[in-house]
C-alpha cells in the first residue's frame, strides 16, 4: 500500500468495568460490557478485544462460560461451547475484526452465560474490558 494509506489506526475507544458482579447460574446471557464508535468510513474495520473473568465463589468452583460478542443487537461473534476451568477463574481473551459498513455510531455489547459446573452457587464477574480500534481500509 502507498504510505499514509490502510492500516492507519483512526481511533481508539476503551471501556473497562473493574467492578465485581453476582450473578446467578443461567441459561440466558447478560450483558457485562459496551462501548460505542462510530466509524468515519464505511471502508474502515473496528478491531475489537475483550477481556472477561469469570469465578466461581471460592476456588474450589468449577466454571463454564459461553460467550456473545454483538453489534448493537446483532450476533456477530459466539462461542456456545464455553470454556470450562477447574478450581478458579474462567478467563478470556478475544479478539475479533468487524466490518461493519457505516459511519453511524455503534455499540459493541459483550454478553457472557455464566454455568457454575460444582462446588458453590454464585458467580462473580471481575475485571472485563472492551477495546474499540477503527482501522483505515
Known amino acids: 500500500l502507498p ?6 489506526v483512526l481511533q481508539v475507544r476503551q471501556n473497562v468495568d473493574a467492578s465485581y458482579s453476582n450473578g446467578s447460574t443461567s441459561t440466558s446471557y447478560f450483558e457485562v460490557v459496551n462501548h460505542t464508535i462510530t466509524p468515519s468510513s464505511t471502508s474502515n474495520n473496528i478491531l475489537i478485544l475483550l477481556t472477561s473473568s469469570v469465578n ?3 476456588s474450589s468452583s468449577d466454571v463454564k462460560s459461553a460467550f456473545k460478542l454483538q453489534r448493537n443487537t446483532t450476533d ?10 477447574s478450581a478458579g477463574a474462567c478467563n478470556s481473551a478475544i479478539s475479533y475484526i468487524d466490518s461493519p459498513s457505516t459511519t453511524s455510531e455503534i455499540t459493541y455489547r459483550f454478553l457472557v452465560q455464566p454455568t457454575l459446573i460444582s462446588y458453590g ?3 462473580i464477574l471481575k475485571q472485563t474490558s472492551i477495546t474499540l480500534i477503527e482501522v483505515a481500509a
Open 3 to 8: 504510505s499514509g494509506t490502510g492500516g492507519k
Open 76 to 85: 456477530i461473534w459466539t462461542n456456545t461451547e464455553g470454556y470450562m476451568k
Open 56 to 58: 466461581g465463589e471460592d
Open 121 to 123: 452457587t454464585a458467580l
